[in-house]
């Protein structure tokens, strides 16, 4: 739409004298007739759709809207429905799995790689497996040569799973991932029975609070990276990046899932003690150390009924060398007497005793048949076991002032650990 006017200025009557226009030449020759020309133009929107609300506007703006919506995206690759697997290359799969390859050790088949080791797999074995195996103090013969009833001969697998955290490359792979966190999650529960085992025979006059303090100054997540830098295992985990140039928070999840991995695959290979060597020897762990001090704390009054033998003298060496007697009592006697010591005794022939124990013990179905050489080893053996399950059942809350309050947290500290680690070998 236009619009155009004329407008003819006509000069004002004015008392004033006229102006002189002999000093400016650009007014005197300007015209003084011009056109004013309005130009108004409606919106491309109003002109494209249909005025008011009409279904025909309505319609027109949802079409605009869809086009500028970006497209859905298509479903991820793990959710598309593929034909299913030719039955002989099924069965060839299943067949040809490392898992169904050993069956000697459950525990140990079940950590291994659902399918065999690429060619991606072997390049990092050929390249860093032999200096994780010298680091850690391993022999760099291939653990293939070993014999079928050896678990060892799967050590070189299970090592190369351990690394593979979740923040590499190769933990893309279905094998290698499941495997590493199977791995990972058993060393983690292996470490903490070490630990606890040691520190209840180490110090048999402390409450569970600060052994674990002490185990979380050890084996804490800010504590991992110190370690693993001192066995020189770092450049095997940020194999292209300088750990101490890495922050905290980046560098502290793969350090951690590789360090319970490596725990993992060594209790399933070596046992026990090589878990203690590995700890104290390799990564050089000092319990005495200033960082894993617990806080000062008051004594229980029951400690004065605990034998203060070894108190802070056993080694991890003393732990693991340790051999019970053909005649002893338990299958572990210096752990049983650092959670039920022999001051204990005191608290026998109570209500408890005579009316609870015989209905407990027939329950869980003790006592065993036990076939010892002298008859009273037996009777003690029964005995020692009522009094350890005394301790159990009179919970510190109800029996604060009659119960020793501190074995009973020694025993749960020490059962809770026990039961963690069944509940995954039974698995």
Not at 22 to 45: C, G, K, M, T, Y
């Amino acid at each position: 739409m236009e619009l155009s006017s004329s407008f003819l200025f006509s000069p004002k009557p004015c008392s004033c004298p006229p102006p002189n226009y002999s000093l400016s030449p650009l007014i005197r020759n300007r015209n003084p007739n011009f056109r004013i020309v309005a130009v108004a133009l409606e919106p491309q929107q109003q002109q494209d759709f249909p005025s008011g609300n009409s279904p025909q506007r309505l319609l027109k703006e949802l079409a605009e809207r869809k086009k500028a919506t970006s497209p859905k995206k298509g479903p991820p690759r793990r959710f598309i429905l593929r034909p299913p697997i030719d039955d002989n290359k099924l069965a060839e799969r299943f067949l040809n799995s490392p898992q169904l390859c050993l069956k000697l050790f459950p525990l140990l088949s079940s950590c291994l790689p659902s399918s065999r080791l690429n060619n991606a797999d072997k390049l990092w074995i050929d390249e860093y497996l032999l200096e994780a195996k010298q680091a850690l103090g391993y022999s760099l013969e291939p653990s293939e040569t070993l014999g079928d009833d050896n678990p060892a001969k799967q050590f070189d697998t299970l090592l190369y799973l351990a690394f593979q955290h979740p923040s590499c490359e190769r933990t893309k792979a279905r094998h290698v991932r499941s495997g590493h966190s199977r791995l990972s999650f058993l060393g983690q529960y292996v470490l903490e029975l070490a630990l606890t085992e040691f520190f209840l025979q180490r110090y048999p006059r402390e409450s569970p609070g600060p052994m674990r303090e002490r185990v979380f100054g050890l084996i804490g997540k800010r504590s991992l990276p110190k370690w693993i830098k001192a066995a020189s295992l770092h450049n095997l985990i940020f194999t292209f990046d300088d750990m101490d140039k890495i922050m905290r928070r980046e560098k502290e999840g793969p350090v951690k899932s590789v360090f319970w991995a490596l725990f993992g695959a060594i209790y399933l290979c070596f046992g026990m003690p090589e878990v203690y060597r590995v700890l104290f020897e390799v990564f050089g762990m000092d319990p005495d150390a200033e960082d894993c001090q617990p806080k000062l704390r008051r004594q229980l009054e029951d400690v004065d009924y605990v034998s203060a033998e070894f108190e802070g003298k056993l080694s991890w060496q003393d732990i693991v060398a340790y051999k019970p007697p053909a005649d002893a009592l338990f299958e572990h006697p210096r752990l049983f007497r650092a959670c039920v010591p022999p001051g204990m005794h005191r608290f026998r022939g109570n209500i408890w005793d005579y009316d609870t124990r015989p209905h407990v013990m027939k329950t869980l179905g003790y006592p065993l048949e036990m076939t010892d050489r002298i008859p009273e080893i037996t009777e003690a053996r029964n005995v020692e076991l009522g009094l350890g399950l005394q301790l159990c059942f009179m919970h510190p809350s109800k029996f604060k002032f009659e119960h020793p309050r501190f074995c009973y947290e020694r025993l749960e500290y020490i059962g809770q650990k026990i039961q963690v680690l069944f509940c995954l070998l039974s698995k």
